[in-house]
């Protein structure tokens, strides 16, 4: 069976959205050094250069994810999180797909996201390989990190 999802911009202020996000800060904390987390809390992922999309099956919360605008030609993706009964299912394919079309239409050249290396993260980096992300050097505001993998692809 398919799933069938309604991804959709969303405003963050659903208590679905709102509590999937807190469990992805709280996660990014258990498994990563402080300062190695990057994951955007909700009132940053609402400012104006981020936008947010939230994937629903039914009335259900599938998953999220964002783009932030770096510059006219490059987006970040930012908080990219499946819900934990439907992971390993596609959620995380069509966001990421979602995210990439949005792209496009910005305009962008480029997408680049950044994901931890150890293990707990090896999931999500097989998604973003699987999609043409490739390793490259830190990007944006981010610097050198032995935990923190920087991706990138070509739109």
Do not use: N
Not at 4 to 12: N, R
Not at 18 to 34: A, K, T, V
Not at 52 to 60: P, Q, V
Not at 111 to 119: A, Y
């Amino acid at each position: 069976m398919t799933l069938q999802l309604t991804i959709v911009e969303d405003d963050l202020t659903d208590r679905q959205v709102l509590d999937l996000l807190q469990f992805h800060l709280d996660e990014m904390h258990r498994w990563s050094p402080p300062e190695s987390v990057h994951a955007m809390p909700a009132e940053r992922l609402r400012q104006p250069d981020v936008t947010f999309f939230s994937a629903w099956d039914g009335e259900r919360l599938a998953g999220c994810g964002a783009i932030k605008h770096l510059d006219r030609g490059h987006g970040e993706l930012k908080s990219m999180r499946a819900a934990d009964p439907y992971r390993g299912k596609g959620v995380g394919k069509a966001i990421l797909l979602r995210l990439m079309e949005e792209g496009r239409a910005r305009g962008y050249l480029r997408v680049s996201l950044e994901t931890g290396r150890p293990e707990p993260f090896h999931a999500a980096q097989r998604l973003y390989r699987a999609h043409g992300f490739e390793e490259c050097p830190p990007f944006g505001s981010y610097r050198h990190d032995s935990f923190s993998l920087c991706m990138t692809r070509a739109l």
